[in-house]
């Protein structure tokens, strides 16, 4: 928070792209909506971050969508009634994630259809007493949306203890480091993401081939998000043509502008921006692959 207020009340920065995470961008946006100066995050999926906030935007979809779209996608894919959940209960992103999985889950099951509903705090280790309540709970599959450092230790720990059924995860698996710490115990499962590198085309297929060259790695769905998060601003200055000077009008110029942009055609699809900030767009389920890779399983739209 006090990085963002020097950077509008010092620096007189025109528009700020970040921070990603919600923990940091939804007290982040808070102080950008004080100051009406435009910020768009590129990977914070929680409501609170554009809720009430007009100069705050998003490059990604909202957790009230991904939350149904994986609901869905376990129910229509293996045709599973009983899930259990797994998420850390300190952090805000995982705790709405796992509350709108659960709504959307017991919507299509009824009441209870959610068998096992475990958390745990931030920096935890150990969670072998919540995957043995899970383990006994009769779920069929688990939902973890959860970071890299902790997707590993969760898939681990849960095939020792004998788990054997499908483990899926949310964005935030999105990270080349989760297969980095997972390794094979993560091969097959299936997560919702906002782009997927392996046999991407295009322009996205451009971007990947730029970013790999420039720093020997594949751009994980942060990066990618960040490009489009730039390219929105970009058409937004451009859209209100000459930049005056006068800070405040320059600011409330480029706000209005990013709110009209419509079919914008990013590297992770195309967006068309509401007046709350937040995209219309589609997500992509990815299967980790038997060699590690993210590859797009099928995409799911609004």
């Known amino acids: 928070m006090k990085v963002n207020t020097k950077m509008i009340t010092e620096d007189e920065v025109l528009v700020i792209v970040g921070p990603q995470s919600s923990k940091q961008a939804v007290p982040a946006g808070d102080v950008a909506d004080n100051y009406a100066t435009p ?10 971050t554009t809720k009430d906030r007009p100069y705050v935007f998003r490059g990604c979809f909202l957790d009230p969508f991904q939350g149904p779209v994986v609901a869905n996608f376990i129910t229509n894919e293996f045709g599973y009634t009983k899930a259990a959940v797994l998420y850390d209960v300190a952090s805000d992103y995982p705790k709405g994630l796992a509350e709108f999985f659960k709504e ?3 919507k299509i099951h009824g009441e209870g259809s959610v068998v096992a509903y475990e958390s745990f705090t931030t920096k935890d280790a150990d969670f072998s007493s919540q995957l043995t309540k899970i383990n006994q709970s009769g779920a069929e599959v688990l939902f973890t949306p959860q970071y890299y450092n902790e997707v590993a230790l969760i898939v681990q720990q849960a095939k020792e203890l004998g788990w054997t059924k499908p483990i899926v995860g ?11 710490l997972c390794g094979e115990a993560c091969y097959g499962l299936f997560f919702s993401t906002h782009y997927a590198a392996a046999g991407a085309t295009g322009k996205t297929k451009a971007f990947i081939d730029r970013y790999k060259e420039k720093y020997d790695y594949t751009p994980d769905d942060v990066a990618a998000l960040t490009w489009d998060s730039l390219g929105i601003v970009e058409t937004a200055v451009k859209k209100c043509g000459k930049i005056t000077g006068k800070i405040e009008k320059d600011r409330k110029c480029v706000r209005d502008a990013m709110a009209k942009i419509e079919k914008y055609a990013g590297i992770t699809g195309q967006m068309t921006f509401t007046e709350e900030g937040d995209p219309i767009k589609c997500a992509v389920i990815v299967k980790i692959s038997d060699k590690g890779e993210y590859e797009f399983y099928k995409s799911v739209c609004p």
């Not at 949310?170 to 980095?180: C, L, P, Q, R, Y």
């Open 39 to 48: 910020m768009i995050s590129p990977w914070s999926t929680n409501p609170d």
């Open 104 to 106: 959307a889950w017991e």
């Open 170 to 180: 949310s964005d935030s698996w999105g990270s080349a480091e989760t297969v980095a």
